[in-house]
């Protein structure tokens, strides 16, 4: 197997990039302590160091009503669902402060569903009131499907939506409705969702309007591993051209309580979320950060993943909804104290981050 590899090592050693071919050929590999090593070795190469980043951050919803059926999907709900919310800028902002006075985070992390009720002064009014209330706080708002959304409720660009939503105070987005832009796999999963144009355009308008962004896939389902490979060069391609992307962060698909699960699908196994990380980290040369999100592989496989390419195990995060809803068994919170040791007992130096990679401080 090592074999296999070894025109891909030689591309790494000498800096040169690995192509559609070299994607399908590692993603087909059962070999993962190969797949590991190249990864780290990439990462290392490309400037990595010891350091794994975390990030004490708060989740929040504002809205999980939905416009979109999307099949993978426990979270959303109909507004005429009993377990349907949405909060108003007034409840979210004092849930935010009340959150805050024990525990400092520096970033909110905020995913809703598509809420057809309601307008992009919604939105904006939310991020307003929690400026002025956490002038300090970063605010990642707002999946690019979510600004796709806004854009059509007020028939204006995704241009003058990123402006509005800046101007109250917006300062990043989160990488979620990315799914796989594979049209074969897009329409089986999320054919109410928007072209993955779209999704590109929203976050090409948001880098050169000085938006950071992050990018995800969601693989586990009915995405082969080609789809993976060509949703990873798309993403590439992107950061060649506007470099806004902070950090990519592959999500595990969880079936429990979605169509797949009555349809026998079953979660993804450790080899799988490892492949993924490495895949990501050897395809992706331009994109500084790959996340191991624990909230989605738990926290011992976290760990393992610094050892495949991986620099990040995202945050504290405190609420989580959207993993929990299908299923999720690692919690919602993490105190730092248990992000530091898991990093510790991998032999990396766990250092606090802010949103935009800049160090807080260092174990
Ligand atoms: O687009 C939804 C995924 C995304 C399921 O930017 C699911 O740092 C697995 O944007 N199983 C939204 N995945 C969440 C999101 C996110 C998450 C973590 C980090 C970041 C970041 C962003 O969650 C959706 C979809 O791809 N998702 N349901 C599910 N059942």
Same mark, same amino acid.
């Given at each position: 197997?090592?074999?296999?590899?070894?025109?891909?090592?030689?591309?790494?050693?000498?800096?040169?990039?690995?192509?559609?071919?070299?994607?399908?050929?590692?993603?087909?590999?059962?070999?993962?302590?190969?797949?590991?090593?190249?990864?780290?070795?990439?990462?290392?190469?490309?400037?990595?160091?010891?350091?794994?980043?975390?990030?004490? &951050?708060?989740?929040?919803?504002?809205?999980?009503?939905?416009?979109?059926?999307?099949?993978?999907?426990?979270?959303?709900?109909?507004?005429?669902?009993?377990?349907?919310?949405?909060?108003?800028?007034?409840?979210?902002?004092?849930?935010?402060?009340?959150?805050?006075?024990?525990?400092?985070?520096?970033?909110?992390?905020?995913?809703?569903?598509?809420?057809?009720?309601?307008?992009?002064?919604?939105?904006?009014?939310?991020?307003?009131?929690?400026?002025?209330?956490?002038?300090?706080?970063?605010?990642?708002?707002?999946?690019?499907?979510?600004?796709?959304?806004?854009?059509?409720?007020?028939?204006?660009?995704?241009?003058?939506?990123?402006?509005?939503?800046?101007?109250?105070?917006? !300062?990043?987005?989160?990488?979620?409705?990315?799914?796989?832009?594979?049209?074969?796999?897009?329409?089986?999963?999320?054919?109410?969702?928007?072209?993955?144009?779209?999704?590109?355009?929203?976050?090409?308008?948001?880098?050169?309007?000085?938006?950071?962004?992050?990018?995800?896939?969601?693989?586990?389902?009915?995405?082969?591993?080609?789809?993976?490979?060509?949703?990873?060069?798309?993403?590439?391609?992107?950061?060649?051209?506007?470099?806004?992307?902070?950090?990519?962060?592959?999500?595990?698909?969880?079936?429990?309580?979605?169509?797949?699960?009555?349809?026998?699908?079953?979660?993804?196994?450790?080899?799988?979320?490892?492949?993924?990380?490495?895949?990501?980290?050897?395809?992706?040369?331009?994109?500084? &950060?790959?996340?191991?999100?624990?909230?989605?592989?738990?926290?011992?496989?976290?760990?393992?993943?610094?050892?495949?390419?991986? &620099?990040?195990?995202?945050?504290?995060?405190?609420?989580?909804?959207?993993?929990?809803?299908?299923?999720?068994?690692?919690?919602?919170?993490?105190?730092?104290?248990?992000?530091?040791?898991?990093?510790?007992?991998? !032999?990396?130096?766990?250092?606090?981050?802010?949103?935009?990679?800049?160090?807080?401080?260092?174990?």
């Amino acid at each position: 197997m090592l074999e296999t590899f070894a025109p891909i090592r030689e591309k790494i050693a000498t800096g040169e990039r690995l192509d559609f071919e070299d994607g399908v050929t590692l993603m087909e590999s059962d070999d993962l302590l190969a797949l590991g090593e190249l990864a780290d070795l990439a990462r290392r190469q490309r400037g990595g160091g010891d350091e794994v980043f975390f990030i004490q &951050n708060l989740y929040l919803n504002q809205t999980n009503v939905c416009r979109v059926k999307c099949k993978f999907c426990a979270f959303a709900k109909t507004q005429k669902q009993e377990d349907a919310y949405t909060l108003t800028a007034d409840e979210l902002a004092a849930d935010a402060v009340a959150m805050y006075e024990h525990t400092k985070f520096t970033e909110i992390h905020c995913v809703n569903g598509e809420n057809p009720h309601v307008d992009l002064e919604f939105y904006a009014d939310v991020l307003r009131k929690l400026k002025a209330a956490l002038p300090e706080v970063h605010l990642k708002f707002y999946t690019a499907s979510e600004i796709h959304h806004m854009s059509k409720l007020e028939g204006c660009s995704h241009e003058e939506v990123l402006r509005v939503l800046k101007d109250a105070g917006l !300062g990043s987005l989160p990488g979620g409705g990315a799914e796989i832009f594979a049209d074969r796999v897009r329409k089986l999963i999320a054919p109410g969702k928007e072209h993955p144009d779209e999704w590109f355009d929203v976050h090409d308008t948001a880098h050169r309007m000085g938006i950071p962004t992050h990018c995800t896939l969601l693989y586990g389902h009915v995405e082969t591993y080609e789809e993976r490979v060509d949703h990873l060069l798309r993403l590439r391609a992107q950061q060649d051209e506007t470099g806004g992307f902070l950090a990519f962060i592959p999500l595990a698909f969880h079936p429990e309580n979605t169509v797949f699960e009555r349809r026998g699908f079953k979660f993804t196994t450790g080899a799988d979320d490892l492949k993924m990380i490495a895949v990501s980290r050897l395809l992706l040369d331009n994109i500084p &950060n790959v996340k191991a999100y624990w909230i989605m592989m738990g926290m011992p496989m976290a760990q393992v993943a610094l050892h495949f390419g991986a &620099n990040d195990v995202q945050g504290t995060v405190v609420r989580e909804q959207i993993f929990q809803a299908a299923g999720a068994t690692s919690g919602t919170e993490q105190k730092v104290g248990e992000l530091v040791r898991f990093v510790q007992e991998a !032999g990396r130096t766990p250092v606090q981050r802010d949103t935009l990679y800049n160090e807080l401080r260092r174990w």
